[in-house]
C-alpha cells in the first residue's frame, strides 16, 4: 500500500495503467490496492478518463529526510507503512539487543495505546506518531520527571513551527488553548543499573474529523493553527532532536530539575482550582506548579502536598 499511496502522493492524477506500470502489476491489482487504501480510511479520488488522485498532496516519512533536517547518524531510524505500537517495536528491538538510540515511526498504527489505557487514533499518513528509545546506564533514579520535560521538549518543537502559544497539562498533555494536539506514553524496562526507556509520542499534524469521532475531549492539530500545514518530516526531525538533547542531559544526572521551571512556563493549570481524582478519591485546591522530580504541588486547605503521577486525573474545577 505504501507504494502506491507514494505514487499519489504528488495530488495529481494517474491512470490505472500507468500505476501498474510503475508497481509491475496488473490494473486489477491496483484496483484491489486503492481499494485497500480506502478501508483504512484514505479518500482516493476517481474520475473516469483521468484516473486516481488524493484529495490533498501528501508527505510520507523519509528517513533522507530525516537526516536532512539534522537527525544525528548515530540514531537508529526505522520507518514502516504499518504496526500495531511503535512502542511495542521498540521493546522488541531492545530484547533483540540492537544498538540504541533507536526512532520508530510509521505513516499508520493501529493499536497505539494512550495515557492510562485508552486508544490512540492517529489516521493514515497525515500524523506523527513514533517511538524513541534510550539507554541510561545510571539506572532508573536518573529518569524521574523525565515525562514532564518530553512535555517540554514537545512544546519547545510547536513554537518553532509556528504555535505561539503551546501548553502543558501536569502530567504530560500537550495542548493549545485547551485542546489537546499531542499525547505522550513512556514505558521502562529496566534491569538493575541499566534502564532502557522507551517515549511514544503521537502528534496531531492534520487530523481526519472520522478518525475522531470517539475521542471524548477536545483536540486540535497544526493544519488548523497555521497558515500552512508543517512538514511531517522536519516536525519529527526536531522532536527527535530535542529528544537526544534531553537523554543526554538526564544521562548527565541534570533532571527535572533542571526542567522546572522549563515546564512551569508553559504550565495552564498554575494558580488554577482543580479536581484530582484517582480510581479511590477526588481531592480539590489550587495547583501550584511542580516540584523538582516533577511532582504536581496541590494547595489543599491551606497545605502543600506533591502528588506524583500514575492513575492520576487533574481537570480544572
Known sequence: MQTVLALLSDNEFHSGEALGAA?????????????????IGVTVHSVKGRGYRLPSPLELLSEEALRQHGVPDDVVVQLAFETESTNGDAKQYIADGRPLPVLFSVERQTKGKGRR?????????????????????????????????VGVAVARVLKKVGIPNPGLKWPNDVQIEGQKICGILLEMVADQDVCHVIIGIGLNVEMDVTVMTQVDQPWTDLASRLKTRPSRNLILAELAKELVRLCELFEEGHGMKHFQHHWQAYDVLFNQPVTVSTVSQQRHGIARGIDENGALLLEEKGELVALHGGEISVRRS
Open 23 to 39: 508497481m509491475g502489476v496488473t490494473r486489477a491489482a491496483v484496483w484491489k490496492k486503492l481499494k485497500k487504501l480506502e478501508s
Open 117 to 149: 489505557g485508552r486508544q490512540w487514533e492517529s489516521g493514515v499518513a497525515k500524523n506523527i506518531t513514533f517511538s524513541f528509545a534510550w539507554r541510561f546506564d545510571n539506572g532508573p533514579s536518573v529518569v524521574e520527571g523525565l515525562s514532564l520535560a
